[in-house]
């Protein structure tokens, strides 16, 4: 069964601190993996990763694949409260009907 | 503002009800995707629409049905409403063709069932 596994569940850090958060997964077919942060509302699109060893960067963003160990990460660097949300890590899988599988997410707390 | 459009924003109804919940995709995408979001839950996907024609199927109950129309856009429909059905519903969109999958959210309608 096809399955996306995100640690650490939950992370609390203070601003200015930098985190990792992992994605890793188990499936047939794989063709991409995306990441999403969601605050209050609906999930806003980041990431998405095809290559490995490539990293993609936005700001303070980044973040990369490694398609033989089978995971991504998702690094923060100087966070800021406005980085406190629900990170969500989902890959495309391609068989006769196009999925996406989701994990559960990492909820992210910025303390000031 | 992603582009996706989701109405009504919030919803409170009764058990034993039935919603539609609607959604506009995102100008030239192709797909729509549904997901039902409880509390302190995951995304949990339900069912997905591509050119008119459902694509793929997820963790959707018998109670609720789905249909994307010609001009794209897609509808929600959940009978029989039960207290458990409480929850936030995303409609995502995207190209949906070759290489561009990439799915764009919606705000999402709220629905409290009392």
């Known amino acids: 069964e096809d399955k996306v596994v995100q640690s650490p569940l939950s992370l609390v850090v203070h601003e200015g601190d930098t985190v990792t958060l992992n994605c890793s997964y188990e499936v047939t077919n794989f063709r991409s993996l995306l990441w999403y942060k969601q605050e209050k509302k609906a999930p806003t699109f980041l990431f998405m990763l095809t290559s490995s060893g490539i990293e993609k960067k936005s700001g303070r963003l980044s973040s990369i694949l490694d398609k033989k160990e089978l995971f991504s990460i998702l690094n923060i660097t100087a966070t800021q409260t406005g980085d406190s949300a629900i990170y969500l890590c989902a890959v495309e899988v391609l068989d006769s009907n196009y999925q996406l599988i989701w994990g559960a997410g990492t909820k992210l707390i910025i303390k000031p | 503002d992603s582009g996706v459009t989701q109405t009504p924003k919030h919803l409170i109804t009764a058990t034993g009800q039935r919603v539609t919940l609607r959604c506009s995709p995102r100008?030239?995408?192709?797909?729509v995707y549904w997901y039902q979001q409880s509390l302190d839950q995951g995304l949990q996907f339900l069912i997905q629409y591509y050119n008119g024609e459902e694509r793929a199927k997820g963790n959707i109950l018998e109670r609720f049905s789905a249909q994307q129309f010609p001009d794209l856009h897609s509808e929600l429909n959940l009978s029989s409403l039960e207290l458990g059905d409480s929850a936030l519903y995303f409609c995502a969109s995207s190209r949906g063709l070759a290489g561009d999958y990439t799915q764009y959210f919606g705000p999402g309608t709220r629905l409290t069932v009392l």
């Open positions: 100008s030239g995408d192709l797909s």
